[in-house]
C-alpha cells in the first residue's frame, strides 16, 4: 500500500520539479538579457582588468563578467542565448523534454555557429555599450570563419557561411524563400503602384 502510494505521488514530484528548473532557466534567461542590454565596457571583468568603484550594469560585477563572456564568446549572437533559455523554460514548466529533438538541436547548434562566422566575416569588431572591442560574432565566430578563411578565403568564406544560413533555415523553419520572394515581389508591386499614383494624382 505504501509502494503504491508513493508511485502515486511521483508525477506530482516530477512536475514540481521540472517547475523549478523551468523557473531557474526564466530567472537565468531574463539575467543574461538584463546583463547583455545593460552592458558598459567600462565595467571591469575578468576579460578587461579592474575598473569604477561601481558597476554600472545592472547585474552588478557579477552582471559584467556574465555580459562580457557571452559578447567574447558568441558576439552579437549572445542576444540570441537568453531566447534559447526562454525556449528551454517554457519547455520545463510545461513538464516537457528540455531538448525534444535531438537532430533538430544539432542543426540549430549549426545555425548558431554559421551566423557567428557570417558576422566576424562581415563586420569583424563592433561598438557595444561603449566600447568597439567585442569580436562581432565572438572567439567562436572567429575560430569558425578563421577556418574556412584557410580553405576558400574570405569570398568563399561568406558565401558558405551564407549558404550554411539558409540551408540550415530551410530545414528547421518553416521559411519559404520562394514565398518570400512573393510576398516581397507582391508588396513592392503594389507600392509602386500607389506611388505612381499619388505622382499623378499630383502632377
Not at 530551410?170 to 516581397?184: K, P, Q, Y
Amino acid at each position: 500500500m505504501a509502494a503504491k502510494a508513493r508511485r502515486n505521488k511521483r508525477p506530482g514530484d516530477r512536475r514540481r520539479v521540472d517547475e523549478l528548473i523551468g523557473v531557474l532557466l526564466l530567472m537565468a534567461a531574463l539575467f543574461a538579457t538584463l546583463a547583455l542590454i545593460t552592458y558598459d565596457a567600462n565595467d571591469g571583468s575578468w576579460f578587461t582588468g579592474p575598473a569604477a568603484e561601481r558597476a554600472h550594469n545592472w547585474g552588478g560585477r557579477v552582471g559584467a563578467n556574465v555580459g562580457e563572456a557571452m559578447l567574447q564568446s558568441f558576439g552579437t549572437c549572445a542576444l540570441l542565448v537568453p531566447g534559447v533559455l526562454f525556449v528551454l523554460a517554457w519547455n520545463k514548466l510545461r513538464s516537457r523534454r528540455l531538448i525534444p529533438s535531438w537532430p533538430r538541436a544539432g542543426a540549430f547548434a549549426a545555425l548558431f555557429l554559421a551566423l557567428c562566422a557570417l558576422l566576424d566575416l562581415l563586420f569583424d569588431r563592433i561598438a557595444w555599450g561603449g566600447g568597439t572591442h567585442v569580436p562581432a560574432g565572438g572567439w567562436v565566430g572567429r575560430l569558425f570563419a578563421d577556418g574556412q578563411r584557410t580553405v576558400l578565403n574570405t569570398p568563399g568564406a561568406l558565401i558558405f557561411s551564407a549558404t550554411l544560413v539558409a540551408a540550415v533555415m530551410l530545414l528547421t523553419t518553416r521559411l519559404s524563400f520562394v514565398r518570400l520572394a512573393g510576398a516581397v515581389s507582391t508588396w513592392g508591386a503594389w507600392g509602386a503602384t500607389r506611388v505612381a499614383a499619388r505622382w499623378k494624382a499630383w502632377a
